[in-house]
């Protein structure tokens, strides 16, 4: 529902629609946060924390598509929860980060600045 491919081809999707039925383009970023929150859901029952790591992550940049900044903020929030939650299971976990980051929690901090979190 957020990828490049949805806007640059918003016209097949009005005309043809999604596989979701109730998925538009106007309500496709609700979409996305639905289908994200039930892959939290079980990623949460199942203690899957660098899954619920990039879920939360998706959730942020989701919302911050819809212009709402305070619930990105608390989205990023909750991804570093349980990142630390996954280098507290797992401390040797290694978690791939964009050049220039040399921790997640510093990758979040930039996005938050970014979104204007406080």
């Known amino acids: 529902f957020r990828c490049d491919g949805v806007t640059k081809f918003q016209k097949y999707f009005r005309d ?28 949460t029952d199942n203690k899957m924390y660098g899954k619920l790591t990039n879920i939360y992550l998706n959730i942020g940049f989701t919302y911050e598509l819809m212009n709402n900044p305070k619930a990105a903020c608390t989205a990023f929030d909750q991804s570093l929860d349980s990142n630390r939650e996954l280098l507290k299971a797992n401390p040797n976990t290694k978690i791939e980060l964009p050049s220039g980051y040399t921790s997640y ?11 204007g979190c406080s």
């Open 16 to 43: 043809y629609g999604f596989r979701d039925k109730t998925a538009t383009l106007d309500n496709r970023y609700m979409k996305s946060i639905e289908y994200f929150e039930k892959a939290k859901d079980l990623y």
């Open 105 to 115: 929690e510093e990758f979040l901090k930039a996005n938050k600045r970014r979104v």
